[in-house]
């Protein structure tokens, strides 16, 4: 944690641009907590004595400290990255990002301490943001609220700070366990303890507890339309369930943690066994859906007219529609739907095509990307060369893919693509939905003791949703089969939702994986007939094993005096 880091980490005296969220909350039931109205400059004396500021500012833990669309540091508001112009699935074999935005730096496996691309700055936002919320775990019984009230605020406090060390666990390996402590600025930040790394098993045990806590103290549900986008009892417990997933994963426990299958399986089954969360048999619309009333979702971001995020539609759309073709999809992911029989591609009897790959594909594919002939806003997609509307020799040319493809996923049909600031960028990010936590618990289940019933039961829900329909598993599946099957699962179920990254290193398969070339489709039209051919679309993509943490920045281990620990191999 930087010095500068540390002051603005540390330091809670003044809050530049602090949102005022109650105000709103108090006066209209009608609108969620996201109406907010920034004020220049609140101290934490009118914070603590006043009960609107003081839920006010535990609103925007969820937010971020500021509403504009990059903090100060260059971070997104809120705990995810979610909606910037880069998504997350560009550092992996997901997408690649049209412009770079040194989303190629980590593809190609030139992340170090001093370039740390767009993951520089989850270190120092998690810990300021785990800071904010000790100052206001520190000074809650001082502010004039009824107690049940109180203890509400107490477990909403606890689930963000779970939310931040999960976030810097599964980046960083090893974290600063930083306890209650609210440091102040002129204290000695000279004992090496303070910059002390706690093992693996010592950070996510205090992870989940601190997720138990709050779970028994949340709401099931948030009833009302204000309280939408802020922590429930399900909450709490999904993200119990996908740090026990990662922790009882291969790179976890080589790296000292002790969470096993069963006890992953348990935290899994423990969100299902609530009851409250179905599958919703519409898989495209949930992510566009604003009101967020989709029964699947569990935890999610909001968004409104006056707090809007990146403008999808734009900045993702193909050239030949005005479109930016930010986060291309690559054929590696194509290649992971099924047929629409349920075999892989790579199978001979599927029926598939490879100069008619498009056709009969798992519902999902239709759902998630836009290719060659998809029907979209009134037209059929051209990626082919010559003439395509959406290839190199359409329009704004430097907009093409690099891929042949464009992302569908997210993407709002009733949102213009040309100006459309006014109106779009209100998509909900949802950190957890109910297939997530069905994919949890079979592929923990699996490994605990194999393909039993409800392995099978976890995953045929998913894949025989209503708009999607996919033929259930082949029964007899052995254990090392059903891994793939989930594996596969999880990569065309979660896409574009910020899995993959993190998946394919807990598996430790991410030297294989991250080290195949980015491919993209070529496609020539021969009169009436096209001719299809893989091409590389990223040249360099390159992992090594160190990269299956990230670096801490250097600003951070040189404000620490050397004293906090680098990863190894940086």
């Keep these: 944690m930087s010095n500068s880091n540390s002051k603005h980490i540390m330091k809670l005296k003044i809050f530049s641009a602090f949102a005022l969220g109650l105000a709103m909350c108090m006066t209209s039931c009608k609108e969620d907590f996201l109406e907010v109205t920034p004020t220049d400059r609140v101290s934490d004396e009118a914070i603590v004595g006043d009960s609107v500021l003081f839920e006010s500012f535990v609103i925007n833990r969820y937010l971020g400290a500021r509403l504009q669309d990059k903090e ?29 935005d040194n989303t ?7 992340l170090a301490p001093e370039n740390t691309g767009i993951t520089g700055t989850l270190w120092g936002r998690s810990y300021r943001s785990i800071r904010e919320v000790n100052y206001a775990l520190a000074n809650v019984d001082k502010v004039p609220m009824s107690q049940s009230h109180k203890n509400l605020l ?69 009833s009302n339309s204000w309280q939408k986008g802020r922590a429930t009892k399900g909450a709490a417990l999904a993200l119990k ?31 299902m066994d609530l009851n409250l969360y179905t599958l919703d048999p519409q898989y495209a619309n949930m992510f566009i859906n604003e009101a967020g009333s989709s029964k699947e ?41 099924e047929m629409s029989n349920g075999k892989m591609i790579s199978d001979p009897t599927s029926g598939y095509n490879p100069q008619n790959p498009y056709a009969d594909r798992d519902p999902r594919f239709y759902a998630t990307i836009l290719y060659n ?12 060369t010559p003439g395509g509307k959406d290839s190199k020799d359409g329009p704004s040319n430097w907009n093409t893919s690099q891929t042949g493809y464009y992302l569908r996923k997210f993407m709002d049909d009733t949102n213009p693509i040309q100006n459309p600031w006014n109106v779009a960028g209100r998509q909900p ?51 090392a089969e059903m891994r793939q099957r989930i594996r596969n699962e ?40 096209f001719v299809f051919n893989r091409k590389v679309a990223l040249e360099g993509r390159s992992f090594q094993n160190k990269h299956y943490w990230l670096p801490i920045p250097r600003a951070e281990i040189q404000a620490s005096g050397n004293k906090l620990e680098q990863n190894p191999g940086y």
Aim: zero cysteines.
């Design 72 to 100: 100060a540091d260059g971070a997104p508001p809120g705990f995810g990255r979610g909606w910037e112009y880069a998504l997350w699935s560009s550092l992996t074999d997901e997408s690649i990002y049209r412009s770079d």
């Design 104 to 110: 190629w730096l980590v593809q190609r496996g030139q």
């Design 154 to 222: 107490v477990a909403e406090l606890k689930f963000i700070r779970a939310f931040r060390y999960h976030d810097l666990i599964r980046n960083y390996g090893k974290v600063v366990l930083v306890g209650d402590k609210v440091s102040q600025l002129g204290e000695d930040f000279t004992d090496p303890a303070l910059f002390q790394r706690a093992p693996l098993q010592e950070s996510i045990a205090y992870a989940t507890a601190q997720l138990d806590q709050a779970a028994a103290a949340l709401p099931a549900e948030n």
């Design 241 to 271: 369930s996908r740090l026990m997933l990662y922790a009882a994963s291969p790179l976890y426990t080589q790296n000292g943690s002790t969470v096993t299958w069963p006890q992953a399986a348990q935290a899994a089954k423990d969100v």
């Design 297 to 337: 979702i569990i935890f999610a971001r909001y968004y409104n007219l006056n707090s809007r995020h990146t403008a999808l539609e734009i900045a993702n759309g193909p050239n030949g529609y005005d479109g930016w073709g930010g986060n291309a999809p690559l054929q590696n992911l194509v290649d992971a739907y």
């Design 373 to 384: 002939g998809a029907q979209y806003r009134g037209r059929a997609v051209e990626t082919f």
């Design 429 to 479: 990010w949802i950190y957890f939905r109910i297939a997530e936590v069905l994919l949890n618990y079979a592929e923990a289940q699996n490994e605990a003791v194999g393909p039993d019933a409800t392995v099978y039961s976890a995953i045929n829900m998913i894949r025989q949703r209503q708009a999607v329909n996919m033929p259930p598993l082949p029964a007899g599946l052995s254990q």
């Design 490 to 529: 999880r990569q065309v179920e979660l896409a574009f939702e910020e899995h993959r990254f993190y998946d394919v290193r807990r598996w430790m398969i991410a030297e294989q994986t991250e080290n195949t070339p980015a491919y993209g489709m070529e496609i020539t039209r021969q009169g009436t007939n």
